[in-house]
């Protein structure tokens, strides 16, 4: 990447989530810039942040982008759907660095892949309450249709690792039923432990229905920010990959580690 980079550009980039969902977007990251050091905290003390207020996400969100800053990070990207809706204007204003959200990179994705302008969002009860991704779809398309559905039970099912079972795909229809039938095209998986899903989705939804994976999306979007604001690591550096939790790791762990093939080596145990 760039060529005559400052020496600040091999600062880790900080990804912080609620819990261990935004190793998603992560994996996503290493795939695309696999130069660029990465040091990802989630607060699984607290998480899951998709049944709680706006004043307490975007309380939690400023205190973990504050250790990220304590971990020099050279930009912040909120790897969660539900901090991104609530706490990103807040973030934006008070950190000193860029930050990235996957609300508006999902949004611009599914503005390019919908056909008939009727798109679908999944999300926490928080993400969907808080209409974000229907601001954002609206500012990019003002005639788009969006039909939105909070899934509160997916995380769950994902966190106990029933990515393929009878009773997930019952869920997910019961979820998705009145999607289809009013008449979606495209479906935004608004929650970053959704990607893991993506495959029973795809499988249950068919072929007609695209999937916007907002891991995927972010990913391309730290890129490009990286190349305008030159702060790409140099062609060569060997990118490492720090991971750091707030609360001691549990089972779902190793459930995003075997689904995303992601080497997360030690993990760290940060106090709040
Ligand atoms: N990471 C959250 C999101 O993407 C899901 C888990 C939670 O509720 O904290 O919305």
Redo the contacts with the bound molecule.
């Keep these: 990447m760039a060529e005559n980079a400052p020496a600040s550009a091999t600062r880790p980039i900080g990804v912080f989530?609620?819990?261990i969902?935004?190793l998603t977007v992560v994996s996503a990251l290493r795939g695309l810039l696999p130069n660029e050091s990465i040091f990802y905290l989630g607060d699984t003390a607290r998480?899951?942040?998709?049944?709680k207020s706006a004043a307490t996400v975007q309380r939690y969100s400023l205190e973990i982008a504050a250790m990220l800053l304590g971990e020099n990070a050279k930009t912040v990207v909120v790897?969660?759907?539900?901090?991104?809706?609530l706490a990103l204007p807040r973030l934006e204003e008070t950190l000193p660095v860029t930050v990235t959200g996957?609300i508006l990179p999902g949004a611009r994705a599914a503005i390019a892949k919908t056909r008939s302008a009727h798109i679908g969002v999944i999300?926490?009860r928080?993400?969907i309450d808080s209409g974000a991704y229907e601001r954002a779809l609206r500012t990019l398309n003002p005639e788009v249709r969006v039909t939105a559905r909070a899934c509160p039970l997916l995380?769950p099912l994902i966190e106990e690792g029933w990515i393929e079972s009878p009773i997930t795909d019952e869920i997910i229809m019961q979820y998705l039923g009145p999607l289809l039938t009013d008449g979606i095209d495209t479906l935004v998986l608004?929650?970053?432990?959704?990607p893991l899903l993506r495959n029973a989705i795809a499988r249950l939804l068919g072929e007609k229905i695209a999937l916007v994976d907002?891991a995927q999306n972010c990913a391309l979007a730290v890129k490009d920010l990286l190349l305008r604001e030159n702060l790409g690591a140099p062609e060569g550096n060997a990118g490492k990959l720090q991971v750091a939790l707030t609360d001691p790791p549990d089972a779902f762990l190793r459930v995003a580690r075997e689904a995303l093939q992601l080497d997360v080596g030690e993990v760290q145990v940060r106090a709040l």
Aim: proline content about 3%; charged content about 5%.
């Design positions: 989530d609620s819990g969902g935004g998480v899951p942040y998709g049944g790897a969660c759907n539900t901090a991104s809706a996957v999300g926490t928080a993400t995380v608004g929650c970053t432990h959704y907002s």
